[in-house]
Protein backbone atom coordinates (compact mmCIF):
# COMPACT_ATOMS: atom_id res chain seq x y z
CA UNK A 1 0.00 0.00 0.00
CA UNK A 2 1.87 3.50 -0.74
CA UNK A 3 0.97 5.98 1.27
CA UNK A 4 1.55 9.80 0.76
CA UNK A 5 4.35 11.37 2.62
CA UNK A 6 4.33 14.80 4.22
CA UNK A 7 6.65 16.28 1.30
CA UNK A 8 4.31 14.70 -0.83
CA UNK A 9 1.67 17.54 1.10
CA UNK A 10 4.08 20.07 0.49
CA UNK A 11 4.62 19.48 -3.23
CA UNK A 12 0.51 18.60 -3.25
CA UNK A 13 0.70 22.37 -2.18
CA UNK A 14 3.02 24.22 -4.77
CA UNK A 15 1.81 21.75 -7.55
CA UNK A 16 -1.73 23.65 -6.60
CA UNK A 17 -1.23 26.67 -5.40
CA UNK A 18 -2.24 28.54 -8.68
CA UNK A 19 -5.55 26.55 -9.21
CA UNK A 20 -6.99 26.77 -5.88
CA UNK A 21 -8.45 29.35 -3.20
CA UNK A 22 -6.75 29.85 -0.21
CA UNK A 23 -10.28 30.00 1.34
CA UNK A 24 -10.74 32.07 4.15
CA UNK A 25 -11.26 31.55 8.11
CA UNK A 26 -14.02 33.15 9.44
CA UNK A 27 -15.56 33.18 13.13
CA UNK A 28 -18.76 34.52 14.75
CA UNK A 29 -18.44 35.63 18.31
CA UNK A 30 -22.54 34.26 18.42
CA UNK A 31 -21.27 30.56 17.44
CA UNK A 32 -18.23 30.78 19.81
CA UNK A 33 -20.76 31.43 22.86
CA UNK A 34 -23.15 29.22 21.57
CA UNK A 35 -20.49 26.51 21.68
CA UNK A 36 -18.68 27.93 25.13
CA UNK A 37 -15.38 27.20 22.78
CA UNK A 38 -13.18 29.00 20.44
CA UNK A 39 -14.43 28.28 16.61
CA UNK A 40 -12.48 28.71 13.31
CA UNK A 41 -14.24 28.06 10.18
CA UNK A 42 -12.15 27.44 7.29
CA UNK A 43 -14.46 27.99 4.39
CA UNK A 44 -13.78 25.57 1.54
CA UNK A 45 -16.94 25.59 0.07
CA UNK A 46 -15.55 28.78 -1.60
CA UNK A 47 -13.79 26.69 -3.59
CA UNK A 48 -14.37 27.64 -7.33
CA UNK A 49 -16.35 24.24 -7.53
CA UNK A 50 -17.68 24.15 -3.98
CA UNK A 51 -15.88 22.10 -2.10
CA UNK A 52 -12.37 20.86 -0.81
CA UNK A 53 -12.06 17.93 -3.28
CA UNK A 54 -10.66 20.49 -5.45
CA UNK A 55 -7.55 20.17 -4.18
CA UNK A 56 -7.17 16.32 -4.24
CA UNK A 57 -8.10 16.70 -7.41
CA UNK A 58 -6.15 19.38 -8.95
CA UNK A 59 -2.88 17.82 -7.30
CA UNK A 60 -3.72 14.41 -9.31
CA UNK A 61 -4.56 16.17 -12.53
CA UNK A 62 -1.32 18.35 -12.53
CA UNK A 63 1.19 15.80 -11.17
CA UNK A 64 0.37 13.42 -14.74
CA UNK A 65 3.44 12.69 -17.30
CA UNK A 66 2.49 14.73 -20.42
CA UNK A 67 2.08 11.25 -21.97
CA UNK A 68 -0.85 10.13 -19.52
CA UNK A 69 -2.12 14.03 -19.57
CA UNK A 70 -2.93 13.59 -23.05
CA UNK A 71 -5.44 10.42 -22.17
CA UNK A 72 -6.96 12.28 -19.21
CA UNK A 73 -8.42 10.91 -16.21
CA UNK A 74 -11.55 8.63 -15.25
CA UNK A 75 -13.57 8.82 -11.96
CA UNK A 76 -16.83 7.30 -11.06
CA UNK A 77 -18.81 9.62 -8.61
CA UNK A 78 -21.88 11.43 -8.50
CA UNK A 79 -20.53 13.82 -5.58
CA UNK A 80 -17.84 17.00 -5.57
CA UNK A 81 -15.14 15.08 -6.57
CA UNK A 82 -16.76 14.59 -10.00
CA UNK A 83 -17.33 18.39 -10.57
CA UNK A 84 -13.42 19.30 -8.64
CA UNK A 85 -11.56 16.41 -10.96
CA UNK A 86 -14.04 17.50 -14.00
CA UNK A 87 -12.55 21.30 -13.14
CA UNK A 88 -8.83 20.51 -12.83
CA UNK A 89 -9.10 18.57 -15.91
CA UNK A 90 -10.45 21.70 -17.75
CA UNK A 91 -7.78 23.86 -16.43
CA UNK A 92 -4.85 21.43 -17.44
CA UNK A 93 -6.82 21.29 -21.08
CA UNK A 94 -7.40 17.65 -20.63
CA UNK A 95 -10.18 14.73 -21.01
CA UNK A 96 -11.99 14.11 -18.16
CA UNK A 97 -14.67 10.78 -18.52
CA UNK A 98 -17.18 10.25 -15.33
CA UNK A 99 -19.68 7.42 -14.94
CA UNK A 100 -22.46 8.35 -12.86
CA UNK A 101 -25.75 6.32 -12.18
CA UNK A 102 -28.56 7.77 -14.36
CA UNK A 103 -30.68 8.41 -11.82
CA UNK A 104 -27.84 11.54 -10.11
CA UNK A 105 -29.44 15.03 -9.84
CA UNK A 106 -29.74 16.48 -13.20
CA UNK A 107 -27.55 19.51 -11.38
CA UNK A 108 -24.55 17.53 -10.60
CA UNK A 109 -24.39 16.24 -14.13
CA UNK A 110 -24.65 19.79 -15.31
CA UNK A 111 -21.64 20.98 -13.04
CA UNK A 112 -19.96 18.24 -14.46
CA UNK A 113 -20.34 19.33 -18.05
CA UNK A 114 -20.34 23.10 -17.23
CA UNK A 115 -16.23 22.01 -16.62
CA UNK A 116 -16.04 20.02 -19.84
CA UNK A 117 -16.10 16.33 -18.27
CA UNK A 118 -17.77 13.38 -20.38
CA UNK A 119 -20.44 11.49 -18.33
CA UNK A 120 -21.51 7.84 -19.28
CA UNK A 121 -24.47 6.91 -17.59
CA UNK A 122 -24.83 3.25 -15.70
CA UNK A 123 -27.50 1.43 -13.53
CA UNK A 124 -27.67 2.85 -10.04
CA UNK A 125 -25.62 -0.61 -8.71
CA UNK A 126 -22.18 -1.32 -8.62
CA UNK A 127 -22.29 -3.79 -10.66
CA UNK A 128 -23.17 -1.46 -13.69
CA UNK A 129 -21.14 1.08 -12.35
CA UNK A 130 -17.78 -1.42 -12.05
CA UNK A 131 -18.48 -2.64 -15.55
CA UNK A 132 -19.51 0.48 -17.59
CA UNK A 133 -16.04 1.92 -15.57
CA UNK A 134 -14.16 -0.43 -17.30
CA UNK A 135 -15.39 -0.03 -20.20
CA UNK A 136 -14.84 3.78 -20.00
CA UNK A 137 -11.50 3.54 -18.89
CA UNK A 138 -10.00 0.67 -21.46
CA UNK A 139 -11.51 2.73 -24.49
CA UNK A 140 -9.81 6.12 -23.24
CA UNK A 141 -6.95 4.89 -21.20
CA UNK A 142 -7.78 7.43 -18.48
CA UNK A 143 -5.74 7.93 -15.33
CA UNK A 144 -8.36 6.42 -12.16
CA UNK A 145 -8.50 9.24 -10.26
CA UNK A 146 -10.52 7.74 -6.92
CA UNK A 147 -12.55 10.14 -5.11
CA UNK A 148 -10.58 9.64 -1.40
CA UNK A 149 -8.57 6.05 -1.23
CA UNK A 150 -5.71 7.80 -3.54
CA UNK A 151 -2.28 8.95 -1.89
CA UNK A 152 -2.42 12.01 -4.59
CA UNK A 153 -5.81 12.84 -3.49
CA UNK A 154 -4.68 12.60 0.08
CA UNK A 155 -1.90 14.48 -0.43
CA UNK A 156 -4.10 17.46 -2.31
CA UNK A 157 -6.30 17.59 0.95
CA UNK A 158 -3.93 17.71 3.36
CA UNK A 159 -2.92 21.02 1.97
CA UNK A 160 -6.29 22.51 3.81
CA UNK A 161 -5.06 22.14 7.28
CA UNK A 162 -1.38 23.11 6.17
CA UNK A 163 -3.16 26.22 5.02
CA UNK A 164 -4.99 26.73 8.33
CA UNK A 165 -2.25 26.41 10.26
CA UNK A 166 -0.89 29.16 8.78
CA UNK A 167 -3.48 31.61 8.83
CA UNK A 168 -3.76 30.66 12.19
CA UNK A 169 -0.45 32.07 12.73
CA UNK A 170 -1.44 35.10 10.56
CA UNK A 171 -4.35 35.60 12.78
CA UNK A 172 -1.93 35.48 16.01
CA UNK A 173 -2.97 34.14 19.60
CA UNK A 174 -2.40 30.66 20.36
CA UNK A 175 -2.76 27.90 17.93
CA UNK A 176 -5.30 25.19 17.59
CA UNK A 177 -6.41 22.80 20.48
CA UNK A 178 -8.49 20.61 18.25
CA UNK A 179 -9.50 19.94 14.68
CA UNK A 180 -13.02 18.46 13.35
CA UNK A 181 -13.35 17.91 10.15
CA UNK A 182 -16.28 15.32 8.74
CA UNK A 183 -15.60 11.96 7.98
CA UNK A 184 -17.26 9.75 4.75
CA UNK A 185 -14.82 7.87 2.74
CA UNK A 186 -12.28 9.35 5.09
CA UNK A 187 -10.25 11.71 2.44
CA UNK A 188 -9.95 15.25 4.19
CA UNK A 189 -9.63 13.34 7.55
CA UNK A 190 -6.51 11.23 6.25
CA UNK A 191 -5.29 14.42 4.56
CA UNK A 192 -5.75 16.34 7.95
CA UNK A 193 -3.89 13.36 10.13
CA UNK A 194 -0.84 13.55 7.29
CA UNK A 195 -0.30 17.14 7.65
CA UNK A 196 -1.18 17.52 11.29
CA UNK A 197 1.37 14.42 12.55
CA UNK A 198 3.91 16.09 11.51
CA UNK A 199 3.42 19.88 11.66
CA UNK A 200 1.22 20.37 14.76
CA UNK A 201 0.93 16.92 16.73
CA UNK A 202 -0.76 18.60 19.53
CA UNK A 203 -3.79 19.67 17.49
CA UNK A 204 -6.19 16.25 18.46
CA UNK A 205 -7.57 15.33 15.17
CA UNK A 206 -11.86 14.80 15.71
CA UNK A 207 -14.04 13.12 13.02
CA UNK A 208 -17.60 14.15 12.97
CA UNK A 209 -19.77 11.68 11.23
CA UNK A 210 -23.65 11.30 10.77
CA UNK A 211 -25.20 8.39 13.15
CA UNK A 212 -27.22 6.90 10.31
CA UNK A 213 -23.96 6.31 8.19
CA UNK A 214 -21.41 5.53 11.10
CA UNK A 215 -19.41 2.82 9.78
CA UNK A 216 -16.48 4.93 10.08
CA UNK A 217 -17.62 5.45 14.15
CA UNK A 218 -18.18 1.56 14.15
CA UNK A 219 -14.46 0.83 12.38
CA UNK A 220 -12.79 2.66 14.74
CA UNK A 221 -13.90 1.15 18.21
CA UNK A 222 -14.01 -2.11 15.97
CA UNK A 223 -10.20 -1.58 15.16
CA UNK A 224 -10.81 -2.74 11.26
CA UNK A 225 -12.60 -1.50 8.45
CA UNK A 226 -16.83 -1.74 8.81
CA UNK A 227 -18.13 -0.68 5.64
CA UNK A 228 -22.36 -0.39 4.99
CA UNK A 229 -24.04 -0.56 2.06
CA UNK A 230 -26.07 2.63 1.16
CA UNK A 231 -26.51 4.06 4.46
CA UNK A 232 -29.33 6.86 3.87
CA UNK A 233 -28.45 10.16 5.72
CA UNK A 234 -29.02 14.27 4.92
CA UNK A 235 -25.41 14.36 4.48
CA UNK A 236 -25.17 12.77 1.04
CA UNK A 237 -21.02 13.29 0.76
CA UNK A 238 -20.51 10.92 3.80
CA UNK A 239 -22.25 8.24 2.71
CA UNK A 240 -18.70 6.13 1.77
CA UNK A 241 -16.91 3.71 3.36
CA UNK A 242 -13.17 3.86 4.77
CA UNK A 243 -10.36 1.89 2.51
CA UNK A 244 -6.94 0.88 3.35
CA UNK A 245 -5.32 3.97 2.50
CA UNK A 246 -7.46 6.23 4.67
CA UNK A 247 -8.10 3.78 7.55
CA UNK A 248 -4.42 3.80 8.18
CA UNK A 249 -4.34 7.57 8.84
CA UNK A 250 -7.80 7.63 10.80
CA UNK A 251 -6.75 4.31 12.66
CA UNK A 252 -3.63 6.11 13.84
CA UNK A 253 -3.94 9.73 13.87
CA UNK A 254 -8.00 10.31 14.78
CA UNK A 255 -8.21 10.76 18.77
CA UNK A 256 -11.95 10.18 18.41
CA UNK A 257 -15.10 9.82 16.19
CA UNK A 258 -18.16 11.48 17.31
CA UNK A 259 -21.67 11.44 15.59
CA UNK A 260 -24.73 13.06 15.46
CA UNK A 261 -28.64 13.20 14.46
CA UNK A 262 -30.36 13.59 11.09
CA UNK A 263 -32.27 16.33 13.22
CA UNK A 264 -29.14 18.03 15.12
CA UNK A 265 -27.10 18.26 11.57
CA UNK A 266 -29.97 20.43 10.17
CA UNK A 267 -30.41 22.42 12.94
CA UNK A 268 -26.64 22.95 12.94
CA UNK A 269 -26.48 23.73 9.53
CA UNK A 270 -29.34 25.96 9.77
CA UNK A 271 -27.32 27.94 12.33
CA UNK A 272 -24.24 27.82 10.35
CA UNK A 273 -26.36 29.95 7.68
CA UNK A 274 -27.73 32.03 9.86
CA UNK A 275 -25.01 33.66 12.30
CA UNK A 276 -21.89 32.97 9.90
CA UNK A 277 -23.80 33.31 6.72
CA UNK A 278 -22.36 31.17 4.38
CA UNK A 279 -23.88 28.42 2.04
CA UNK A 280 -22.56 24.93 3.05
CA UNK A 281 -23.88 21.06 2.91
CA UNK A 282 -25.54 19.03 5.27
CA UNK A 283 -22.06 17.00 5.03
CA UNK A 284 -20.21 20.21 6.79
CA UNK A 285 -22.62 20.82 9.64
CA UNK A 286 -21.58 17.61 11.21
CA UNK A 287 -18.62 18.98 13.17
CA UNK A 288 -20.50 21.50 14.54
CA UNK A 289 -23.59 19.67 15.43
CA UNK A 290 -21.11 17.07 17.39
CA UNK A 291 -19.43 20.46 18.83
CA UNK A 292 -22.69 21.89 20.03
CA UNK A 293 -24.09 18.06 21.16
CA UNK A 294 -20.24 17.16 23.26
CA UNK A 295 -19.69 20.60 24.70
CA UNK A 296 -17.74 19.14 27.86
CA UNK A 297 -15.24 17.71 25.13
CA UNK A 298 -14.89 21.10 23.58
CA UNK A 299 -15.20 23.74 26.43
CA UNK A 300 -12.53 26.50 26.58
CA UNK A 301 -10.73 25.38 23.25
CA UNK A 302 -9.63 26.65 20.33
CA UNK A 303 -11.18 24.63 17.37
CA UNK A 304 -10.62 24.38 13.78
CA UNK A 305 -13.93 23.23 11.25
CA UNK A 306 -13.29 22.53 8.24
CA UNK A 307 -16.24 22.80 6.42
CA UNK A 308 -16.14 21.00 3.40
CA UNK A 309 -18.25 22.26 0.58
CA UNK A 310 -21.07 24.42 -0.34
CA UNK A 311 -23.08 22.46 -3.57
CA UNK A 312 -26.71 22.97 -2.01
CA UNK A 313 -30.16 22.75 -4.09
CA UNK A 314 -31.17 26.30 -2.83
CA UNK A 315 -34.94 25.13 -4.01
CA UNK A 316 -34.88 22.52 -1.57
CA UNK A 317 -33.64 23.48 2.38
CA UNK A 318 -33.68 20.54 4.92
CA UNK A 319 -35.13 22.63 7.49
CA UNK A 320 -38.16 23.39 4.50
CA UNK A 321 -38.88 19.82 5.15
CA UNK A 322 -39.88 19.87 8.77
CA UNK B 1 -24.43 71.12 7.22
CA UNK B 2 -21.41 69.75 9.11
CA UNK B 3 -19.92 66.61 6.40
CA UNK B 4 -17.68 64.34 7.12
CA UNK B 5 -13.89 64.76 6.22
CA UNK B 6 -11.50 62.44 4.83
CA UNK B 7 -9.06 62.69 8.15
CA UNK B 8 -12.51 62.09 10.04
CA UNK B 9 -12.70 58.56 7.75
CA UNK B 10 -9.14 57.83 8.76
CA UNK B 11 -10.15 58.72 12.12
CA UNK B 12 -12.76 56.72 11.91
CA UNK B 13 -11.04 53.03 11.18
CA UNK B 14 -8.81 53.81 13.88
CA UNK B 15 -11.44 53.81 16.21
CA UNK B 16 -13.24 50.90 15.13
CA UNK B 17 -10.86 48.53 13.72
CA UNK B 18 -10.98 46.52 17.40
CA UNK B 19 -14.67 45.70 16.82
CA UNK B 20 -15.17 45.02 13.32
CA UNK B 21 -14.29 42.55 11.22
CA UNK B 22 -11.91 42.99 7.81
CA UNK B 23 -14.02 41.21 5.67
CA UNK B 24 -12.87 39.13 3.18
CA UNK B 25 -12.71 39.82 -0.59
CA UNK B 26 -14.33 37.04 -2.59
CA UNK B 27 -14.30 36.40 -6.50
CA UNK B 28 -15.91 33.12 -8.36
CA UNK B 29 -14.63 32.52 -11.84
CA UNK B 30 -18.33 31.60 -13.14
CA UNK B 31 -19.75 34.56 -11.74
CA UNK B 32 -17.15 36.65 -13.92
CA UNK B 33 -17.90 34.59 -17.18
CA UNK B 34 -21.59 35.51 -16.97
CA UNK B 35 -20.75 39.33 -16.16
CA UNK B 36 -17.96 39.76 -18.86
CA UNK B 37 -15.94 41.29 -16.15
CA UNK B 38 -14.07 40.75 -13.03
CA UNK B 39 -15.95 40.73 -10.45
CA UNK B 40 -14.48 41.22 -6.33
CA UNK B 41 -17.25 41.01 -3.33
CA UNK B 42 -16.28 42.69 -0.41
CA UNK B 43 -18.35 40.05 2.52
CA UNK B 44 -19.58 42.47 5.12
CA UNK B 45 -22.47 40.59 5.85
CA UNK B 46 -19.69 38.41 7.88
CA UNK B 47 -19.47 41.37 10.25
CA UNK B 48 -20.74 40.28 13.34
CA UNK B 49 -24.05 41.82 13.33
CA UNK B 50 -24.32 40.85 9.91
CA UNK B 51 -24.41 44.08 8.37
CA UNK B 52 -21.60 47.13 7.02
CA UNK B 53 -23.69 49.56 9.26
CA UNK B 54 -21.77 48.34 12.24
CA UNK B 55 -19.10 50.53 10.91
CA UNK B 56 -21.13 53.83 11.02
CA UNK B 57 -22.63 52.67 14.59
CA UNK B 58 -19.31 52.22 16.32
CA UNK B 59 -17.81 55.40 14.89
CA UNK B 60 -20.50 57.22 16.73
CA UNK B 61 -20.49 55.08 19.90
CA UNK B 62 -16.85 54.58 20.25
CA UNK B 63 -16.58 58.60 19.62
CA UNK B 64 -18.78 59.70 22.45
CA UNK B 65 -17.78 61.08 25.43
CA UNK B 66 -17.76 59.84 28.33
CA UNK B 67 -20.25 61.89 29.66
CA UNK B 68 -22.55 61.86 26.79
CA UNK B 69 -21.76 57.68 26.66
CA UNK B 70 -23.09 57.41 30.61
CA UNK B 71 -26.63 58.42 28.47
CA UNK B 72 -26.00 56.12 25.54
CA UNK B 73 -27.57 56.13 22.03
CA UNK B 74 -30.94 56.25 20.78
CA UNK B 75 -32.47 55.56 16.84
CA UNK B 76 -35.15 54.76 15.61
CA UNK B 77 -34.88 51.78 12.66
CA UNK B 78 -36.49 48.74 12.45
CA UNK B 79 -32.85 47.39 10.33
CA UNK B 80 -29.78 46.59 10.11
CA UNK B 81 -28.64 49.88 11.65
CA UNK B 82 -30.64 49.28 14.98
CA UNK B 83 -29.05 45.78 15.69
CA UNK B 84 -25.90 47.12 14.77
CA UNK B 85 -26.01 50.58 17.26
CA UNK B 86 -26.84 48.08 20.04
CA UNK B 87 -23.93 45.71 19.24
CA UNK B 88 -21.54 48.76 19.07
CA UNK B 89 -23.52 50.02 22.35
CA UNK B 90 -23.00 46.56 24.02
CA UNK B 91 -19.42 46.37 22.99
CA UNK B 92 -18.80 49.82 24.61
CA UNK B 93 -21.07 48.68 27.83
CA UNK B 94 -23.45 51.83 27.39
CA UNK B 95 -27.25 52.22 27.26
CA UNK B 96 -28.93 51.78 23.25
CA UNK B 97 -32.19 52.59 22.74
CA UNK B 98 -34.54 51.61 19.74
CA UNK B 99 -38.07 52.92 18.70
CA UNK B 100 -39.47 50.38 16.50
CA UNK B 101 -43.12 49.72 15.09
CA UNK B 102 -44.48 47.31 17.24
CA UNK B 103 -45.12 45.64 13.30
CA UNK B 104 -41.44 44.95 12.97
CA UNK B 105 -40.25 41.48 12.12
CA UNK B 106 -40.15 39.27 15.93
CA UNK B 107 -36.66 38.22 14.40
CA UNK B 108 -35.58 41.86 14.25
CA UNK B 109 -36.31 42.72 17.91
CA UNK B 110 -34.85 39.80 19.30
CA UNK B 111 -31.84 40.82 17.65
CA UNK B 112 -31.44 43.62 18.86
CA UNK B 113 -32.61 42.45 22.28
CA UNK B 114 -29.94 39.80 21.98
CA UNK B 115 -27.28 42.68 21.98
CA UNK B 116 -28.96 44.40 25.07
CA UNK B 117 -30.90 47.33 22.58
CA UNK B 118 -34.21 48.72 24.65
CA UNK B 119 -36.94 48.37 22.07
CA UNK B 120 -39.69 50.81 22.84
CA UNK B 121 -42.40 50.44 20.35
CA UNK B 122 -44.93 52.89 18.06
CA UNK B 123 -47.21 52.61 15.79
CA UNK B 124 -46.08 52.00 12.46
CA UNK B 125 -46.19 55.41 11.44
CA UNK B 126 -44.20 59.01 10.86
CA UNK B 127 -46.09 60.72 13.70
CA UNK B 128 -45.86 58.51 16.06
CA UNK B 129 -42.43 57.30 15.63
CA UNK B 130 -41.55 61.10 15.81
CA UNK B 131 -43.38 61.07 18.73
CA UNK B 132 -42.44 58.21 20.70
CA UNK B 133 -38.88 58.97 19.90
CA UNK B 134 -38.56 62.13 21.49
CA UNK B 135 -40.30 61.11 24.60
CA UNK B 136 -37.28 58.47 24.74
CA UNK B 137 -35.17 60.77 23.84
CA UNK B 138 -36.10 63.30 26.65
CA UNK B 139 -36.08 60.55 28.82
CA UNK B 140 -32.54 59.07 28.33
CA UNK B 141 -30.40 62.09 26.99
CA UNK B 142 -29.47 59.07 24.45
CA UNK B 143 -27.08 60.26 21.90
CA UNK B 144 -29.19 60.37 18.11
CA UNK B 145 -27.65 58.50 15.57
CA UNK B 146 -29.14 58.77 12.45
CA UNK B 147 -29.33 55.59 10.11
CA UNK B 148 -27.05 57.32 7.49
CA UNK B 149 -27.07 61.19 7.35
CA UNK B 150 -24.68 61.74 10.37
CA UNK B 151 -21.38 62.60 9.70
CA UNK B 152 -20.31 59.93 12.14
CA UNK B 153 -22.16 56.99 10.38
CA UNK B 154 -20.88 58.36 6.89
CA UNK B 155 -17.27 58.71 8.01
CA UNK B 156 -17.43 55.35 9.03
CA UNK B 157 -19.15 53.60 6.03
CA UNK B 158 -16.27 54.96 4.56
CA UNK B 159 -14.03 52.86 6.00
CA UNK B 160 -15.09 49.71 3.92
CA UNK B 161 -14.03 51.47 0.82
CA UNK B 162 -10.49 51.76 2.09
CA UNK B 163 -10.07 48.43 3.04
CA UNK B 164 -10.92 47.38 -0.09
CA UNK B 165 -8.75 49.62 -1.97
CA UNK B 166 -6.10 48.03 0.51
CA UNK B 167 -7.15 44.57 -0.09
CA UNK B 168 -6.60 44.91 -4.04
CA UNK B 169 -3.64 45.81 -3.48
CA UNK B 170 -2.59 43.08 -1.13
CA UNK B 171 -4.00 40.41 -3.82
CA UNK B 172 -2.26 42.01 -6.56
CA UNK B 173 -3.02 43.27 -10.05
CA UNK B 174 -4.29 46.49 -11.10
CA UNK B 175 -6.45 48.61 -8.84
CA UNK B 176 -10.63 48.73 -9.27
CA UNK B 177 -12.03 50.82 -12.31
CA UNK B 178 -14.94 50.92 -10.91
CA UNK B 179 -17.34 50.63 -7.29
CA UNK B 180 -20.80 49.42 -7.31
CA UNK B 181 -23.18 49.34 -3.98
CA UNK B 182 -26.34 49.43 -3.24
CA UNK B 183 -28.34 52.82 -2.36
CA UNK B 184 -31.14 53.41 -0.03
CA UNK B 185 -30.76 56.48 2.07
CA UNK B 186 -27.30 56.53 0.52
CA UNK B 187 -24.78 56.02 3.73
CA UNK B 188 -22.62 53.62 2.05
CA UNK B 189 -22.47 54.79 -0.98
CA UNK B 190 -21.54 58.62 0.37
CA UNK B 191 -19.19 56.74 2.22
CA UNK B 192 -17.97 55.69 -0.14
CA UNK B 193 -17.70 58.66 -1.92
CA UNK B 194 -15.60 60.06 0.86
CA UNK B 195 -13.13 57.94 0.48
CA UNK B 196 -12.94 57.12 -3.04
CA UNK B 197 -12.65 60.47 -4.09
CA UNK B 198 -9.84 61.41 -2.40
CA UNK B 199 -7.69 58.16 -2.26
CA UNK B 200 -8.50 56.45 -5.76
CA UNK B 201 -10.61 59.69 -7.61
CA UNK B 202 -10.40 57.31 -11.34
CA UNK B 203 -12.54 54.86 -9.46
CA UNK B 204 -16.09 54.98 -10.94
CA UNK B 205 -18.85 54.99 -8.23
CA UNK B 206 -22.13 53.16 -9.50
CA UNK B 207 -25.20 53.27 -7.24
CA UNK B 208 -27.57 50.17 -7.50
CA UNK B 209 -31.34 50.96 -6.92
CA UNK B 210 -34.28 48.51 -7.47
CA UNK B 211 -37.08 50.38 -10.03
CA UNK B 212 -39.50 50.15 -7.61
CA UNK B 213 -37.97 52.11 -5.15
CA UNK B 214 -35.85 54.43 -7.27
CA UNK B 215 -36.08 57.81 -5.39
CA UNK B 216 -32.39 58.08 -5.65
CA UNK B 217 -32.14 56.98 -9.58
CA UNK B 218 -35.15 60.19 -10.10
CA UNK B 219 -33.28 62.50 -7.44
CA UNK B 220 -29.77 62.20 -9.45
CA UNK B 221 -31.68 62.96 -12.44
CA UNK B 222 -33.29 65.59 -11.36
CA UNK B 223 -31.05 67.61 -9.46
CA UNK B 224 -32.75 67.79 -6.21
CA UNK B 225 -33.76 64.84 -4.00
CA UNK B 226 -37.44 63.70 -4.12
CA UNK B 227 -38.17 61.00 -1.71
CA UNK B 228 -40.97 58.65 -2.19
CA UNK B 229 -43.59 57.89 0.57
CA UNK B 230 -43.64 54.19 1.79
CA UNK B 231 -42.12 52.10 -1.67
CA UNK B 232 -42.53 48.47 -1.83
CA UNK B 233 -39.55 46.20 -2.85
CA UNK B 234 -37.83 43.11 -1.84
CA UNK B 235 -35.01 44.84 -0.92
CA UNK B 236 -36.20 45.88 2.11
CA UNK B 237 -32.65 47.87 3.48
CA UNK B 238 -33.56 50.33 0.24
CA UNK B 239 -36.75 51.80 0.63
CA UNK B 240 -35.88 55.54 2.75
CA UNK B 241 -34.91 58.35 0.59
CA UNK B 242 -31.70 60.46 0.62
CA UNK B 243 -31.52 62.97 2.86
CA UNK B 244 -29.14 66.42 2.78
CA UNK B 245 -25.70 65.31 3.72
CA UNK B 246 -26.31 61.85 1.52
CA UNK B 247 -27.47 63.78 -1.12
CA UNK B 248 -24.29 65.60 -1.19
CA UNK B 249 -21.76 62.57 -2.06
CA UNK B 250 -24.19 61.48 -4.39
CA UNK B 251 -24.64 64.54 -6.58
CA UNK B 252 -21.04 65.21 -6.38
CA UNK B 253 -18.98 61.88 -7.06
CA UNK B 254 -21.65 58.92 -8.33
CA UNK B 255 -20.96 58.42 -11.91
CA UNK B 256 -24.44 57.06 -12.53
CA UNK B 257 -27.10 55.24 -10.51
CA UNK B 258 -28.82 51.94 -12.41
CA UNK B 259 -31.82 50.33 -11.46
CA UNK B 260 -32.95 46.12 -11.52
CA UNK B 261 -36.76 45.03 -11.56
CA UNK B 262 -37.73 42.70 -8.52
CA UNK B 263 -37.43 39.46 -11.13
CA UNK B 264 -33.62 40.64 -11.95
CA UNK B 265 -32.82 41.15 -7.75
CA UNK B 266 -34.33 37.81 -7.00
CA UNK B 267 -32.58 35.82 -9.90
CA UNK B 268 -28.67 37.89 -8.57
CA UNK B 269 -29.39 36.72 -5.23
CA UNK B 270 -30.12 33.51 -5.90
CA UNK B 271 -27.10 33.30 -8.50
CA UNK B 272 -24.96 34.70 -5.91
CA UNK B 273 -25.65 32.21 -3.25
CA UNK B 274 -25.51 29.31 -5.98
CA UNK B 275 -21.66 30.22 -7.08
CA UNK B 276 -20.44 32.57 -4.36
CA UNK B 277 -22.23 30.70 -1.74
CA UNK B 278 -23.08 33.23 0.85
CA UNK B 279 -25.88 34.12 2.36
CA UNK B 280 -27.06 37.77 1.57
CA UNK B 281 -29.80 40.24 1.43
CA UNK B 282 -32.01 40.84 -1.11
CA UNK B 283 -30.67 44.54 -1.07
CA UNK B 284 -27.00 43.38 -1.22
CA UNK B 285 -28.27 41.74 -5.03
CA UNK B 286 -28.89 44.52 -6.35
CA UNK B 287 -25.33 45.65 -7.53
CA UNK B 288 -25.03 42.21 -9.48
CA UNK B 289 -28.26 42.32 -10.76
CA UNK B 290 -27.49 45.87 -12.18
CA UNK B 291 -24.01 45.05 -13.84
CA UNK B 292 -25.98 41.34 -15.26
CA UNK B 293 -28.70 44.60 -17.05
CA UNK B 294 -25.74 46.75 -18.28
CA UNK B 295 -23.05 44.15 -19.61
CA UNK B 296 -21.72 46.96 -21.90
CA UNK B 297 -21.52 49.39 -18.95
CA UNK B 298 -18.84 46.91 -17.20
CA UNK B 299 -17.56 44.92 -19.62
CA UNK B 300 -13.81 43.94 -18.99
CA UNK B 301 -13.66 45.90 -16.33
CA UNK B 302 -12.60 45.46 -12.75
CA UNK B 303 -15.38 45.79 -10.31
CA UNK B 304 -16.13 46.09 -6.17
CA UNK B 305 -19.34 45.11 -5.27
CA UNK B 306 -20.21 45.91 -2.04
CA UNK B 307 -22.24 43.01 -0.27
CA UNK B 308 -23.86 45.02 2.44
CA UNK B 309 -25.58 42.58 4.78
CA UNK B 310 -26.57 39.00 5.41
CA UNK B 311 -29.51 39.22 8.05
CA UNK B 312 -32.57 37.11 6.02
CA UNK B 313 -35.25 34.77 6.93
CA UNK B 314 -33.92 31.85 6.08
CA UNK B 315 -37.68 30.06 5.99
CA UNK B 316 -38.43 32.55 3.42
CA UNK B 317 -36.40 33.01 0.64
CA UNK B 318 -37.53 35.13 -2.33
CA UNK B 319 -37.37 32.25 -4.36
CA UNK B 320 -39.24 29.75 -2.82
CA UNK B 321 -42.49 31.79 -3.35
CA UNK B 322 -42.34 32.25 -6.81
Redesign the interface.
Known sequence: MDLPTYQDMLDAHERIKPHI?RT?V?Q???LNELAGAELFFKCE??Q?P?AFKVRGATNAVFGLSEEQAAKGVATHSSGNHASCLSYAAMRRGIPCNVVMPHTAPQAKKDTVRRYGGKITECEPSTTSREATFAKVQEETGGDFVHPYNDPRVIAGQGTCSKEFVEQMEEIGGEALDMMVAPIGGGGMISGTCLTLSTLAPEIKIIAAEPEQADDAYRSFKAGHIIADDAPETIADGLKVPLKDRTWHFVSNHVSDIMTASEEEIIDAM?IT??Y?????EPSCAVPLAVILKNKDAFAGKRVGVIVTG?NVD??K?P??AR
Open positions: NPLSAYNFEGKWKLRIVMGLDLWM
